[in-house]
């Protein structure tokens, strides 16, 4: 999220709009379950408590319907840069690549931190959570258009932000001269 506020804050939000696949699926997963949807957005010992089942319940419901998630993310979406901040399967990729708005102007990121620098940010490893596709199916996943390193060197990171930025500025001057 640290990534795509920045973004967000480099573009006006005329422009910009993050969207999370995750929203919809627990909006989903509350209705079908009389649960309380916003608590499921927080990182509490609620959202815990149900994870697991909710992570089954999505994949069932990705086995029916790949794009079932992706499609509810997007409904309502009209501005020129939509990110999509936590896309962590294949086929959230696979189906943002291949539509037909979207697909010849998505680019893929993705951002890197060693485990030494998320645990430092408070990330602890939970086996049957952190080790499944819900949380690393991306990681053999190698068609990335841009790779930026959340590590501590901030070189590094403003080097392979600004590569990002350029091309996202790139695409909406050519945009804007289009529509003149």
Aim: hydrophobic share 35%; with cysteine.
């Amino acid at each position: 999220d640290f990534v795509t506020d920045l973004i967000a804050q480099e573009l006006s939000s005329d422009v910009c709009e993050i969207r999370r696949l995750s929203a919809p699926l627990k909006k989903a997963y509350a209705d079908e379950h009389g649960l309380d949807y916003e608590r499921l957005l927080s990182a509490d010992s609620y959202k815990e408590r149900y994870r697991e089942d909710m992570i089954r319940w999505g994949v069932e419901k990705r086995n029916a319907d790949p794009g079932y998630f992706a499609r509810l993310t997007c409904q309502g979406a009209d501005k020129s840069v939509l990110i999509i901040s936590d896309a962590r399967r294949s086929t959230d990729i696979e189906y943002f690549l291949s539509h037909p708005q979207w697909g010849a102007l998505t680019k893929t990121v993705r951002i890197v931190s060693s485990d030494e620098t998320r645990k430092e940010r408070g990330w602890e490893f939970t086996t049957g959570v952190d080790d499944v596709d819900s949380e690393c199916g991306l990681d053999r996943y190698n068609n990335w258009d841009f790779v930026i390193h959340n590590d501590n060197n901030s070189d590094v990171f403003q080097r392979d932000f600004r590569a990002l930025m350029a091309e996202v500025n790139n695409r909406l001057e050519n945009v804007k001269l289009n529509d003149d």
